[in-house]
């Protein structure tokens, strides 16, 4: 097996679980997003946009808009069926 990244994490994911550690970065599955993760990717995709919209000189977006596009647009934003993570 050839290796080609390493990373922190999946250091610590061999170290607490071999199967987790191959479920994952071996076979490549993924596990479900909690809701910290969720909410995470929802804001963090509301301030790319700002900055965006910043460089084009477009200061005056609310980002309340912003953040409700986010939320309906990410596949995940059924928080009541997520675990906490």
């Not at 993760?37 to 509301?46: C, K, R, S």
Request: net charge positive; glycine share 4%.
């Amino acid at each position: 097996m050839k290796i080609t990244t390493c990373s922190p994490s999946s250091i610590n994911t061999y170290r607490s679980c071999n199967f987790k550690y191959y479920l994952s970065y071996i076979l490549g599955m993924k596990t479900p997003s909690g809701k910290s993760a969720v909410l995470g990717n929802i804001v963090h995709q509301v301030f790319e946009w700002m900055a965006k919209l910043k460089k084009k000189g477009k200061t005056n977006v609310d980002p309340i808009w912003l953040f409700e596009r986010a939320w309906d647009e990410n596949p995940h934003k059924d928080l009541r069926r997520l675990t906490s993570s």
